[in-house]
């Protein structure tokens, strides 16, 4: 099975209603530029369905760093981390952390305290319920995990592996 006929399985996969409630179970094909070259339509079907991928993996995994990420974060770290180890993992500038976890601390999932030590530093701990929810979080994502490649054989998924590394690594050097 190649990489693109996996993806087109997982865009067919969406349509048939098996993508969960909170992603468009609607995927469109982009029509066909008659202008292509038969290289660049393969590479034009590739981005999409690698999008339609990306999307999936956001809308699933709660962004890279929305509350569900956070959530798992915090409870891989014995339900207590830095507030700056989460944005120095997550990438983020202090403002938006701080927009997040002040929502977090709103609905009741994470409590934040001063460090008595060093009253500059803030610690986030999860509640009970963010407890909770981390963990159901948690069993959604290896359910997922589970499941995601199981139309591949391991040789597949080792091929896809592979070749999804290479254009990682293609991506980065465009991107210096």
Request: proline content about 4%; aromatic content about 6%.
């Amino acid at each position: 099975m190649t990489i693109v006929r996996y993806l087109t399985m997982i865009a067919e996969f969406n349509r048939e209603g098996g993508i969960p409630h909170n992603m468009s179970t609607t995927f469109h094909e982009d029509a066909p530029n008659p202008a292509d070259t038969p290289a660049e339509a393969r590479v034009r079907k590739i981005l999409e369905l690698l999008g339609f991928c990306g999307q999936f993996l956001h809308f699933n995994g709660g962004g890279r760093s929305g509350q569900a990420s956070i959530l798992c974060m915090i409870a891989k770290n014995g339900n207590e981390i830095s507030q700056q180890e989460l944005r120095l993992h997550f990438e983020l500038k202090p403002g938006s952390l701080s927009e997040i976890l002040s929502k977090m601390e709103m609905a009741g999932l994470i409590e934040r305290t001063k460090n008595p030590e060093d009253r500059r530093q803030l610690f986030v701990r999860l509640t009970p319920e963010g407890a909770g929810r981390a963990r159901r979080e948690q069993e959604k994502r290896v359910a997922f995990r589970r499941e995601a490649f199981a139309a591949l054989s391991e040789e597949e998924q080792d091929q896809l592996l592979s070749s999804l590394k290479k254009v990682r690594a293609t991506w980065k050097e465009l991107h210096d």
